[in-house]
Every structure is written in structure tokens, then in C-alpha cells.
């Protein structure tokens, strides 16, 4: 059994407090996968101090140099793709086409931020005034506390490690306790790579040990999270007391529209991809269906043909087509909103209910789960699951749908078929997400594009593409007067 340890200063440690958690594989109970230290606020002290110690050197390196050493993570992440998705699928379940996605996020990640060292534009702008000159440019921020989630173990870290690394900033990095091990190949690539030492440390451990601790630290100037509403909530309140720079990343209620002149088998294949891919447990999953009268019934006869033949089991056969939930909790979760929507009445159309069909038994598999006759103010159509469940409602026309695709507190991803292009563009303007997908399902985000929600899926900020380097650093404004005179803004101009 392997024993797995802290990255802290350069330097592989145990947790101060010698204490351990274990790591098992959702498919398989009994499959015990390593044993991971279970941090301290001592071990919290120790990685920031070493982040702001290194911070000094890091901060001056160039940043295309910076992007030198991005660029190589990316070409070893390339090398060993297989092997961590094999060892993502074991930690979280998820099947092995899916955990080659995660990679191939992080590397494409890796080479979007590795060219971004040599642009990192700033502005030259006119003076008011004459011979002077005005300039803003883009400064590192500090050490920056990243805490991310089991759902995506490999590319969130990504999105968030690269451009902040590549800002200048260092780090401080608390994975997820189901999703450790994949961290620690992570890092491991990194040093590979040739970054500093005490510029990326990571501790393992309970988010309300160390997260906390993280983010209440003084010295951590930065906090990106990804994780729930009710967690990111707490995040931002004690982030307020030292005025953090805090980006969140939470909670989604994603609906896909399919309009009556829709071409079916595409929306088809669109909703059971975002809908039980990744077991429905990404943030960006399809958690309602929102049907046009006129092709409801077909539509979901359809559906209910593709449910039927959907495959558990562990994600590491290619016969899979779901793996399990990530955990004993998160299926219970799951079954206790499916006993919430019975109550509600809405219509079980197919599964509820737990899978324990020979090895099945051994894991924390899930039904796919299908409710009809939901109507939009019910809690199964308005809250988050992060479970294989899909709410089906009905509706009558565009405006409608729009109106019933809003009605949550989220709004992270969208997604309607149609072939009218009036409709499309009522609904790219109308729907309040931070993405909107027409004629695509509601996940597969690209490295390249701002990814990031409005309402209570988030604070406003982008992960990924060109904005969220404006999050890793901090603008500077130049003023160089060279006029050799006494020159006032606003009163000699
Ligand atoms: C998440 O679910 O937290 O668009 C991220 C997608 C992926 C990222 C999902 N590229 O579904």
C-alpha cells in the first residue's frame, strides 16, 4: 500500500501531526489506494511561509520563463497521459475516455498559459500632459491558496495553477481528500519540470482544517475555490476579514433546452452525454431537460431506449459507459433528492434507486435516474444534485423555456437545439449563464474561452481563456513625467 506524503519547501514531508487519511476507489470499496497525510494549521504555516519565501525569486523570473517551464509540464503531461487517467478513474470513478479529457484539459491548459508569458499585455496610453508618459503593466500578486475538487482532479488545478504560476505568483495547493493521489503526480510533474523549489507546495487534508486555515491566513493574499455555494459562501465571509482577492467557482443547475424543430438524435446524444457523463457530478452537468410540447413524448420514448442501455460498472473497462458516485455521502445525496421529487410528484420514469448487481455492490453506483412531469419550482428542478439525475419538463414555446431555464439560483452552462436562428439568439441574449451551447450539450468547455458563472454559481470572476489573467495579477499604473517640469494633472492641462 502506498504511503504518500506533503510537498512543502521543496521537500517531501508527513503531516506535523503524523496523521493519515485513506484513499479508496469509489468503484471498488475494498481496493484501498494509498494513505495521504492529514494536514494541520502547522503544516498550513509552513507551506505559506514557504510560498512567500520563494515568492521573492519567482516574481523577478521573466515570464516567458515562467511559461518555459508550463511549456514543459505540458509535454510530460502529454507523455503520461494514460497513466494519470488511469489513476483518476481509480480515485473518482469516472470513466477512462473522460479522465484522458481531464489530461488533455490540463495540457492544453498548460500550452495556452506557456505562450501567455510572452504576451501579458499591459497599455501605453497618451498623457494630458507634455513629455510624459503613461503605462500600466501587470504585477504578481503573492502567494496564492487554491482548493479544488474531486470532480475534475487534474484540469481544475490546471486552470488555476498555470496562470497563476505564470503571473508570478506562488502557491499553496489543497486538493480534494478523494483526489490526492492524482495531486501528487501532478506536483511531482511540476518539479519534473523544473519549477523552483517552495513555489507550488501542497498539503493534503479536510477542507475545514487547512482550507480554512488557507484561506484565513494573512500572508495569502489570493483564494480560487471550486467546490459548492454553501462552502464558497463561508469562503468569501472569512476571505472578507483581510480583503482577499477571492474567485469562486460553485454550485450549477444546468438545463438543456430541445425546441420542437430541434434535429432529435443530435439533442439525444447531447443530453446523455451532460446529463450522465461523469455520472452527472460535474458542476456543468445537464440537471434539466426542458422539452417542447410538440416533441415531448418522442423525445423522451427516445431517451428512455439510450437510458436503458447505459453500462455501470468501473470506469477502467471499455465497456463502461458510467462509473460510480465518488462516494458513500455523495450517493446518499443523490437518493435522497430522488426521494425528495417522489414526494414532490414528479414521475420516476427509470432508475431511483441504489445498483447492486453483482460487483456493483462493491462500489457507489447509481441508477440513471429520469423524472417527467417536473414542474419548475419544484426543489429537484431547482437544486443542485451532482448526481445521475434529469428532470424533464415541459414547455410551449422559447420564451417559456427561457424563463423556466432561469429559474434557479444558478448560472453557470445552458444549452438549447434548435434550427431557428431567432430562437438562438433570443436565447444567447436572454439566458442568464456565464455559457450558453446551441445545438452542443451543456459540458465540454475549452481551455481557451472564459469559463465561469453569473447568480450564485460564482463572485463574478472567469476561469480559463484570456481573462483570468487579469485575476492572477495586479494592475500597476506608470506615470513617467520627463518634461523636467513641475506638471499637474487636471490643473496645468
Ligand atoms: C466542472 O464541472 O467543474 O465543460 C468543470 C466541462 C469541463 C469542465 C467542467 N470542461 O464540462
Redesign the pocket.
Known amino acids: 500500500m502506498k504511503k504518500f506524503q506533503n510537498y512543502i519547501d521543496g521537500k517531501w514531508c508527513d503531516s506535523s501531526s503524523q496523521q493519515t487519511f485513506e484513499n479508496r476507489n469509489p468503484a471498488n470499496k475494498n481496493e484501498l489506494l494509498g494513505t495521504f497525510p492529514k494536514s494541520t494549521k502547522e503544516d498550513v504555516e509552513k507551506a505559506v511561509q514557504s510560498a512567500k519565501k520563494s515568492f521573492e525569486s519567482w516574481r523577478l523570473t521573466p515570464a516567458p520563463k515562467r511559461g518555459d517551464i508550463l511549456r514543459k509540464v505540458g509535454d510530460i503531461l502529454t507523455q503520461r497521459k494514460e497513466e494519470l487517467a488511469k489513476i483518476m478513474t481509480k480515485e473518482m470513478g469516472k470513466v477512462l475516455l473522460e479522465t484522458r ?1 481531464d489530461v488533455q ?1 490540463g495540457i492544453d491548459t498548460a500550452y495556452y498559459a506557456a505562450t501567455e508569458g510572452r504576451r501579458l499585455f499591459g497599455h501605453t496610453v497618451p498623457s494630458e500632459l507634455n513629455n510624459k508618459f503613461n503605462m500600466s503593466i501587470r504585477t504578481p500578486i503573492g502567494v496564492c491558496g487554491l482548493i479544488t ?1 474531486w ?2 482532479p487534474l ?2 488545478p490546471t486552470w488555476k495553477m498555470f496562470p497563476a504560476l505564470l503571473c508570478g505568483n506562488t502557491v499553496v495547493f489543497k486538493p480534494a481528500m478523494q483526489t490526492p493521489e492524482t495531486a501528487t503526480r501532478f506536483v511531482e510533474i511540476l518539479i519534473e519540470a523544473g519549477i523552483p523549489n517552495g513555489v507550488v507546495n501542497l498539503i493534503h487534508g479536510a477542507g475545514s482544517e487547512i482550507g480554512n486555515a488557507i484561506v484565513e491566513h494573512n500572508d495569502v493574499e489570493v483564494i480560487s475555490f ?1 467546490g459548492s455555494t454553501e462552502v464558497g459562501k463561508k469562503i468569501s465571509k472569512s476571505a472578507a476579514d483581510t480583503l482577499k482577492r477571492v474567485s469562486l ?1 460553485l454550485g ?1 443547475k444546468n438545463a438543456q433546452i430541445v425546441m420542437d424543430d430541434a434535429d432529435l438524435d443530435l439533442a439525444l446524444d447531447g443530453v446523455l452525454w451532460g446529463a450522465f457523463g ?1 455520472t452527472g ?5 445537464t440537471s434539466r431537460l426542458i422539452l417542447h410540447e410538440k416533441i415531448h413524448d418522442k423525445f423522451l420514448e427516445m431517451l428512455l431506449t439510450r437510458v436503458k442501455k447505459l453500462r455501470l460498472g468501473d470506469g477502467l473497462l471499455s465497456t463502461t459507459d458510467v462509473g460510480p458516485c465518488v462516494s458513500e455521502s455523495q450517493r446518499n445525496t443523490v437518493h435522497q433528492y430522488v426521494e425528495i421529487g417522489k414526494k414532490e410528484g414528479a414521475n420516476l420514469l427509470i432508475g431511483g434507486e441504489f445498483a447492486t448487481e453483482g460487483e456493483l455492490d462493491n462500489g457507489w453506483f447509481y441508477k440513471p435516474t429520469i423524472f417527467t412531469n417536473v414542474t419548475p419550482n419544484m426543489r429537484i428542478a431547482k437544486e443542485e444534485i451532482f448526481g445521475p439525475v434529469l428532470s424533464v419538463i415541459k414547455t410551449s414555446n422559447v420564451f417559456e423555456a427561457i424563463q423556466i431555464l432561469n429559474n434557479t439560483i444558478y448560472g453557470l ?1 445552458s444549452s438549447i437545439y434548435t434550427k431557428n436562428i431567432n430562437d438562438a439568439f433570443a436565447a444567447m441574449r436572454d439566458i442568464k449563464a456565464g ?1 450558453v451551447y446551441i445545438n452542443a450539450p ?6 481557451h474561452m472564459p ?1 465561469g458563472g453569473v447568480k450564485q454559481t460564482g463572485n463574478g470572476h472567469r476561469e480559463g481563456g484570456w481573462t483570468v489573467f487579469d485575476f492572477y495579477s495586479e494592475w500597476k499604473t506608470i506615470y513617467v513625467d520627463y518634461s523636467g517640469n513641475f506638471q499637474r494633472a487636471q490643473i496645468d492641462s
Do not use: D, V
Open positions: 479529457g484539459e475538487p470532480n475534475f484540469a481544475i471550486t467557482e450549477g461523469t457530478q460535474r458542476c456543468t452537468a452552462s455559457i451543456t459540458i465540454g468547455a475549452e481551455a469559463f
